[in-house]
């Protein structure tokens, strides 16, 4: 590793300030604090585990440039020829991976410099690593091969290679890494792939020369840099279709999006323009522009919440940018210690089963949540997903989703009773498509590979044990009274603890235990949102004990007894 001394050009004594009347949304004041001379052509850059280190591929100097966050000095730097756009830690920070643009590979680097360690060839023109997802993956986009690759940092091997549109730009993955969306910068496209099941989804159409994009917080919506006509387009990541744009406030030739670390605010870099425009996340609203180095071509957010850091390639400068205070909060988290109780209560529903049920009929549910006389209902439906459903119903008293169809209780009786009764409906489910097709084809595998004869007949024996102490199947029981008792719940325990215990690691995001706590994670969420008022939560009589046994550790919900309000 060579040091190096010319690296700070300004630093924060520059202090500049950025704010314009025709944001004024309160205090929009963003300061860059300083500008510093990282090499020729800067490209991506990466934070150490304790943000205390930066790392930037200077492109056209042919290295990797270091600097201290806490004195924005530059300390060293790391000789990579051909051309390096993209770098990111390895696991444990055991060195670098960077992507040579120029030999067509990615290659790994000691963190004290010196020579490359590994290479990976991954066909003309990698771009930038994006992640980590889970598992220590990463994205890699190589523009002239048309494809997108899965590298697994951790072996530092390319896993897998998904065939794209026509030059694709880096791509963006949803936070559980179940899908990435890839910008097609020649095809005026957008590639959405299922990473879990293995296969292209399905090509969108956004506009001329998309270019760089991110999944919004909740991974309901993927946002994206449409160069050619300066506008952001935002595709639903469960119907992947285009649901809104936003050009107000956005620059000449945006280039990519990127969010702070707390999700409130979205940066889209205007290449053309030479400035940032700042996206307050939950309006969709432009509240701030800030000057930058010419073509600012790439950004990435410190950890800490507090600082922007943008390449600009045309000015060969790295600039960073602090936040305003109001900024830089976790709005969630203060919610959740505003120490208001939730009143909570859960109803188990029966499906498909309500249409046929004496005693837990349709109208006797409609009756029930009537008498319950919810503030919000939280909902066994995918945030992904709701969008569209309430545009149906509420527009056209229609439902197409296919999925939601098999749940009366909410097409006949929730969605008709929220339009007259005025309550929230709150979607909280964990579900997705890809966990569902995923979890069919692993729950395939365990009954049909013979590897698993075995560990069927053993699950099959102890299931037939607990399901010979009762008379009746799970799911011939209709009585609410019943399915709303400690012993229902213990039932349900015994039987779903089995095929907990035998399938869930080999289901993977659809087993037993990870889905419920991906249900958890939106209850939790739901929750936090309805502080003071009246919760109901229904989802299907199985998942009741474990949402139960849950609840009950929590301080701030107050569980409410549902026996009182079923049908007597």
């Known amino acids: 590793m060579k040091t190096t001394t010319d690296g700070l050009l300004l ?267 700042v996206i307050d996340i939950a309006n969709s609203k432009v509240i701030a522009r800030i000057p930058t180095g010419e073509q600012p071509i790439v950004m990435a957010s410190h950890p800490d919440g507090t600082t922007l850091w943008v390449s600009a390639e045309g000015t060969h400068e790295l600039d960073i940018v602090e936040f305003p205070e109001e900024w830089r909060r976790d709005d969630g988290l203060q919610a959740r210690d505003s120490g208001e109780i939730t009143d909570v209560a859960v109803l188990g529903m029966i499906h498909s089963r309500f249409r046929t049920s004496d005693s837990w009929g349709l109208q006797q549910l409609r009756e029930t949540i009537e008498r319950i006389d919810p503030d919000a209902v939280c909902t066994e439906i995918a945030p992904d997903r709701w969008e569209r459903i309430w545009t149906d119903y509420s527009e056209r008293r229609a439902i197409e989703d296919e999925r939601i169809k098999l749940f009366p209780e909410y097409t006949d009786v929730l969605l008709r009773l929220s339009v007259e009764e005025g309550f929230e409906i709150i979607p909280c489910a964990g579900w997705t498509k890809e966990m569902s097709d995923l979890r069919q084809t692993r729950i395939r595998e365990f009954r049909t590979d013979p590897k698993w004869a075995a560990k069927r007949e053993e699950y099959a024996g102890r299931l037939a044990e607990v399901r010979a102490k009762y008379s009746l199947p799970l799911n011939e029981i209709d009585d609410p009274g019943v399915i709303h008792s400690d012993q229902y719940d213990e039932r349900t325990r015994e039987e779903l603890s089995l095929y907990d215990e035998y399938q869930n690691d080999l289901i993977g995001p659809g087993g037993w235990t990870n889905v419920n706590n991906a249900h958890l994670r939106h209850i939790d969420k739901a929750i936090r949102q309805t502080r003071g008022k009246r919760l109901l939560i229904t989802f299907g009589a199985g998942h009741k004990y474990m949402f139960l046994d849950r609840l009950k550790t929590r301080s701030d919900v107050r569980l409410i007894d549902v026996g009182p309000y079923l049908p007597q």
């Open 11 to 277: 630093v924060a004594a520059l202090a500049v300030t950025i704010s314009s009347s025709a944001y004024a949304q309160g205090t929009t004041d963003f300061r860059t604090v300083a500008k510093l001379d990282v090499g020729k052509n800067p490209h991506q850059i990466t934070f150490s585990a304790d943000g205390r280190t930066a790392y930037i591929a200077a492109a056209g100097s042919d290295r990797v440039t270091i600097v201290n966050v806490d004195s924005y000095q530059v300390t060293g730097s790391i000789e990579v020829s051909q051309t390096p756009l993209g770098v990111a830690f390895l696991p444990d920070e055991s060195g670098l991976a960077v992507t040579r643009f120029g030999a067509n590979e990615i290659a790994r680097y000691p963190l004290t410099g010196g020579d490359a360690v590994g290479s990976l060839v991954t066909g003309g023109a990698p771009s930038l690593l994006v992640g980590p997802m889970p598992g220590d993956r990463y994205l890699v986009s190589v523009e002239k091969s048309n494809t997108l690759w899965v590298l697994d940092a951790g072996s530092f091997t390319l896993e897998e290679k998904f065939e794209t549109g026509n030059r694709p730009f880096p791509a963006a993955a949803t936070s559980d890494g179940r899908l990435a969306f890839v910008p097609n910068y020649d095809d005026g496209t957008v590639s959405a792939i299922d990473l879990w099941n293995h296969r292209v989804l399905e090509t969108v159409i956004v506009g001329e020369k998309p270019s760089g994009g991110v999944v919004l917080p909740g991974d309901i919506e993927y946002a994206v840099a449409v160069r050619g006509e300066n506008r952001i387009a935002f595709i639903n990541t469960a119907s992947h279709r285009v649901t809104h744009t936003l050009s107000e406030g956005i620059g000449d030739s945006p280039f990519s999006v990127v969010l702070s670390h707390n999700g409130r605010l979205g940066f889209v870099n205007n290449t053309a323009s030479a400035d940032v425009s």
